[in-house]
C-alpha cells in the first residue's frame, strides 16, 4: 500500500523547480480579520490582497488542493515566499521540518488519515508571517481547518480575533497535531480486535494478513510523527519574535 502520494523533480534538477508543477484544483478561503472584524472571501484576489497588507491587516491565505504555478507565482510576488519554498509546497511527501526565512517561518507537518482503504498521510505546508498566515494542505477532500474558522468568526473577543498571526498560526498546528489522536485510537481497536480473534482461532483466514498490515502501518506512522515531534520541539525552542 502507497502511504505517502510523494512527487520529486529528477536527481540532478536544478534546486527550486516548481513551474513544472501540474497542481491540482484549489479550494481557496482569504479571510482578514481583527477585534472588530471578519470577512471571508472565496477566492484569491492579489490586488486585494495588495490593499489589505498595505494596511497593516491581519490575513489568513487557506488552501487545499496542491497549487498550480499561476498560484503560486502569485503568492510569491505578494508575499515574497522562496523559490525553495514554493518548490516544498508542490511537490507533497516532504518530511516533517521547521525553516525559517527571516520574514516568515515555513512549517511542513504531515496529516494522518484513516478510510477504508487505510491510512495516508497528507502534507500540510503553513508559513507565518507577520501580518499574514498561509496554510496549504494537498488534500482538498475535507475542509478540516473548518473549525478555526468557526472560532475566528463566531468569537470577536477571542483570542483567535484579538492576537497576533503567530496564535493563529499556534492554533492550526495544534489542530493538526490532533487530528492524529483518532487515527491511533482507531489501531488500538483494531489491535484488540486482532487479540481477541487469535485467543478465538489463531489459524483463520486472513489474520497474518491483518497483523503484518496493522505492523507496516504502525512502524511507517511512527516514523512519520517521529520527525514531527522533533519539529515542534524545536518550534518550541525557536527564538524568532
Same mark, same amino acid.
Given at each position: 500500500?502507497?502511504y505517502?502520494?510523494?512527487?520529486r523533480?529528477?536527481p540532478g534538477s ?6 513544472d508543477?501540474?497542481g ?7 479571510i482578514?480579520?481583527?477585534?472588530e472584524?471578519?470577512q ?9 490582497c495588495?490593499e489589505?497588507l %498595505? #494596511?497593516?491587516? !491581519?490575513l489568513?491565505? @487557506?488552501?487545499e488542493g496542491?497549487?498550480?504555478?499561476? &498560484? +503560486?507565482r ?10 525553495l519554498?514554493?518548490?516544498?509546497i ?20 504531515r496529516?494522518?488519515?484513516w478510510s ?8 500540510v505546508?503553513?508559513l507565518l ?8 494542505d494537498?488534500?482538498a477532500?475535507d475542509d478540516q481547518f473548518?473549525p ?5 468568526e463566531?468569537?470577536?473577543? %477571542? #483570542?483567535?480575533? !484579538?492576537?497576533g498571526t @503567530?496564535y ?6 495544534d &489542530? +493538526?497535531?490532533d487530528?492524529?489522536?483518532p ?5 488500538a481497536?483494531?489491535?484488540e480486535?486482532l487479540?481477541?480473534?487469535?485467543l ?10 491483518r ?5 507496516r ?7 512519520a510523527l517521529?520527525?514531527?515531534q522533533?519539529?515542534t520541539e524545536?518550534?518550541?525552542?525557536h527564538?524568532?519574535?
Amino acid at each position: 500500500m502507497k502511504y505517502i502520494s510523494k512527487t520529486r523533480n529528477p536527481p540532478g534538477s536544478p534546486p527550486g523547480q516548481w513551474q513544472d508543477s501540474a497542481g491540482s484544483e484549489c479550494r481557496i478561503t482569504l479571510i482578514r480579520y481583527t477585534a472588530e472584524a471578519y470577512q471571508a472571501v472565496e477566492a484569491f484576489d492579489i490586488a486585494r490582497c495588495r490593499e489589505w497588507l %498595505g #494596511r497593516g491587516e !491581519t490575513l489568513w491565505l @487557506d488552501i487545499e488542493g496542491t497549487p498550480g504555478p499561476e &498560484l +503560486l507565482r502569485d503568492v510569491a510576488e505578494l508575499f515574497s515566499v522562496h523559490h525553495l519554498v514554493l518548490e516544498d509546497i508542490c511537490h507533497p511527501g516532504q518530511r516533517a521540518k521547521v525553516e525559517d526565512y527571516e520574514r516568515y517561518l515555513f512549517l511542513v507537518l504531515r496529516r494522518p488519515r484513516w478510510s477504508d482503504h487505510g491510512l495516508s498521510l497528507r502534507q500540510v505546508s503553513l508559513l507565518l508571517g507577520e501580518h499574514f498566515v498561509i496554510s496549504i494542505d494537498d488534500d482538498a477532500g475535507d475542509d478540516q481547518f473548518a473549525p478555526v474558522r468557526r472560532r475566528l468568526e463566531a468569537a470577536p473577543e %477571542g #483570542r483567535l480575533r !484579538t492576537s497576533g498571526t @503567530d496564535y493563529l498560526f499556534y492554533a492550526l498546528t495544534d &489542530l +493538526l497535531v490532533d487530528q492524529g489522536f483518532p487515527v491511533l485510537e482507531r489501531y488500538a481497536d483494531e489491535l484488540e480486535a486482532l487479540e481477541a480473534a487469535i485467543l478465538e482461532d489463531p489459524r483463520q483466514p486472513g489474520l497474518m494478513d491483518r497483523i503484518h498490515r496493522a505492523r507496516r502501518e504502525l512502524v511507517f506512522l511512527h516514523r512519520a510523527l517521529w520527525s514531527q515531534q522533533e519539529v515542534t520541539e524545536m518550534l518550541l525552542r525557536h527564538d524568532s519574535p
